[in-house]
């Protein structure tokens, strides 16, 4: 069985921590107790239970940096219990025996489950695709692909288990490729509109039948209309990303470039680009905080920049070198390409 896509899962057990205060980790007002941890949560949601900013979860478990890197795992079934105390907040698990009375004041220790048991931090289903996918090429970077002639049946649209010809395919690539169309060039908004990437459509699965100077095919997904013309890439290894949601250790300023399917009112579960990347400090795991930029018209007819307005916050899990993917988790109002994303 496949390891889940994403493993970003908390720290588990009783640790030696020091305390949050409670006015740095605001608790929500109606915070239970206890949680009941079942299939289908996700990490995300249950601090979400407790906190009012669920992104500062590693702080009241009391993680460090290495921690946060390589986390333990948390499983159905499992009570996660709001402690308090005199000096602050933390989250623990309870062992349940007896209900939630008797807590175990050591990890937990499970037997060897299924690595999918585990529950996620974000819901994987929304960002897996964009794991496996380049999405972001150099200029021209799909010319010399291999690229599909047709089909036997002469149709205009491909999909799913239609078997299409490609030509210039290699054979020491494997059997498993995605399809994908050169898309619009991704532009800096902040930097005289320098071009940070081209992006790169994808379209769908395929595996090879047959490799020859012209190789038979056939498409196992399509996830957009499938044309002549539409070039393959090598299915990538699965990215792996095992980070819990943090805020960065200093200052972002960054903006909304572009938004999954092209749209332009973006709002919880949308995918969208920033203009940010490696070299600016973002890796997997990231959050930020985007603001809206607004103006209003004073009395005397001018235009006033108002201040910058917090509508939601946004999980990184995919880096480039100029570039990054996040999926928004959590919108107040509206948010609109341009919008300012920085480090909350």
Same mark, same amino acid.
């Given at each position: 069985?496949r390891?889940?896509i994403?493993s970003?899962?908390l720290?588990?057990g009783l640790?030696?921590?020091?305390?949050?205060?409670?006015?740095?980790?605001?608790l929500?007002?109606?915070?239970p107790?206890h949680?009941?941890?079942?299939s289908?949560?996700t990490l995300?949601?249950?601090?979400?239970?407790?906190l009012?900013?669920?992104?500062?979860w590693?702080?009241?478990?009391?993680l460090?940096?290495?921690?946060?890197?390589n986390?333990?795992?948390?499983?159905?079934?499992d009570i996660?219990?709001?402690e308090?105390?005199?000096?602050?907040s933390?989250?623990?698990?309870?062992?349940?025996?007896d209900?939630?009375?008797?807590v175990?004041?050591?990890p937990?220790?499970?037997?060897?489950?299924?690595?999918?048991?585990?529950?996620p931090?974000?819901?994987a289903?929304?960002?897996?695709?964009f794991?496996?996918q380049?999405?972001i090429?150099e200029?021209?970077?799909?010319?010399?692909?291999?690229y599909i002639?047709?089909s036997?049946e002469n149709?205009?649209i491909?999909?799913?288990g239609?078997t299409v010809y490609?030509?210039?395919?290699?054979e020491?690539?494997?059997?498993?490729?995605?399809?994908?169309?050169?898309?619009?060039a991704?532009k800096?908004p902040d930097n005289?509109?320098?071009?940070?990437?081209?992006?790169?459509?994808?379209?769908?699965n395929a595996k090879?039948?047959?490799f020859?100077?012209?190789?038979?095919?056939? !498409?196992?997904?399509?996830?957009?209309?499938?044309l002549?013309?539409?070039r393959?890439?090598?299915?990538?290894?699965?990215?792996?990303?095992?980070y819990?949601?943090?805020a960065?250790e200093f200052s972002?300023?960054?903006?909304?470039?572009?938004?999954?399917?092209?749209?332009?009112?973006?709002?919880?579960g949308?995918i969208i680009?920033?203009n940010?990347?490696?070299i600016d400090?973002?890796?997997m795991?990231h959050v930020l905080?985007?603001?809206?930029?607004s103006?209003?018209?004073?009395l005397?007819?001018q235009?006033?920049?108002?201040?910058?307005?917090?509508?939601g916050?946004?999980?990184?899990?995919?880096?480039?070198?100029? !570039?990054?993917?996040?999926l928004?988790v959590q919108?107040t109002h509206?948010?609109?390409?341009?919008?300012?994303?920085?480090t909350?």
């Open positions: 069985m390891k889940p994403i970003m899962i720290f588990l640790l030696s921590v020091t305390s949050v205060k409670a006015e740095n980790i605001i929500r007002s109606d915070t107790n949680h009941v941890v079942v289908g949560d995300w949601g249950i601090a979400s239970r407790f009012k900013d669920p992104w500062r590693p702080e009241i478990w009391g460090n940096r290495e921690q946060v890197k986390p333990h795992k948390i499983y159905p079934g996660v219990i709001l308090k105390t005199l000096y602050g933390r989250l623990r698990l309870a062992e349940d025996q209900g939630i009375k008797t175990k004041l050591s937990k220790i499970h037997t060897e489950q299924a690595s999918t048991a585990a529950i931090s974000i819901p289903a929304v960002i897996e695709p794991l496996s380049p999405l090429v200029k021209d970077g799909l010319t010399d692909a291999p002639l047709g036997s149709r205009v491909l999909s799913t239609n490609v030509s210039g395919l290699p020491d690539k494997g059997t498993a490729w995605q399809i994908f169309r050169p898309g619009k991704l800096d005289d509109a320098q071009i940070l990437g081209y992006e790169a459509i994808y379209l769908g090879v039948n047959v020859a100077d012209v190789s038979t095919v056939t !498409i196992t997904r399509a996830a957009e209309e499938i002549k013309g539409d393959l890439v090598p299915s990538p290894d699965i990215i792996f990303n095992n819990v949601p943090h960065p972002i300023n960054g903006r909304i470039i572009s938004v999954y399917g092209g749209v332009t009112e973006i709002g919880k949308a680009t920033l940010k990347g490696e400090g973002l890796e795991g905080a985007i603001y809206r930029k103006q209003a018209k004073s005397e007819g235009m006033v920049q108002l201040p910058d307005e917090r509508t916050l946004v999980f990184v899990f995919r880096v480039f070198d100029k !570039i990054a993917y996040a928004v919108s509206s948010i609109k390409i341009l919008d300012a994303v920085k909350p």
